[in-house]
């Protein structure tokens, strides 16, 4: 078990463009030995419909989700929030930027942000 006395990262905005609802997709900070990884929830996305961006240690996902278009003559509800949204976290100093990775699999997009090796859980030996 590691101990942290402070996030990886820092929420910093919640931006929403969402015309019908708050929507902002969901998601999960973990810690493992070795990295944090971040989950966000995006069913139904392309690669292509987001963006994911590192500017002096903020880390931005961005994308839209499209309003699907029905014909005219058939009753058209949105159960499911569409539009824009962004989220960004400062990242902390415990996180090497440069070699983060990021896989987008069954509608989770996943970051690896890899620990410093100074960071990472180490064993004391008893003299």
Not at 35 to 45: A, Q, T
Not at 92 to 99: A, G, N, Y
Request: with cysteine; glycine share 4%; aromatic share 14%.
């Amino acid at each position: 078990m590691t101990y942290v006395t402070y996030y990886p990262v820092t929420e910093t905005s919640n931006t929403d463009y969402c015309v019908d609802s708050d929507w902002i997709p969901a998601y999960d900070i973990i810690e493992h030995d070795n990295n944090f990884v971040l989950e966000f929830d995006l069913p139904g996305f392309e690669k292509s419909d987001f963006a994911i961006n590192i500017k002096d240690g903020v880390l931005t996902v961005s994308g839209e989700r499209k309003e699907h278009k029905v014909e005219e003559n058939y009753f058209n509800y949105h159960g499911r929030p569409y539009g824009s949204f962004e989220r960004s976290f400062r990242l902390s100093d415990l996180v090497i930027e440069d070699k983060m990775k990021a896989i987008y699999k069954n509608g989770v997009l996943r970051l690896e942000l890899p620990k410093r090796e100074d960071a990472k859980p180490r064993t004391i030996e008893i003299e």
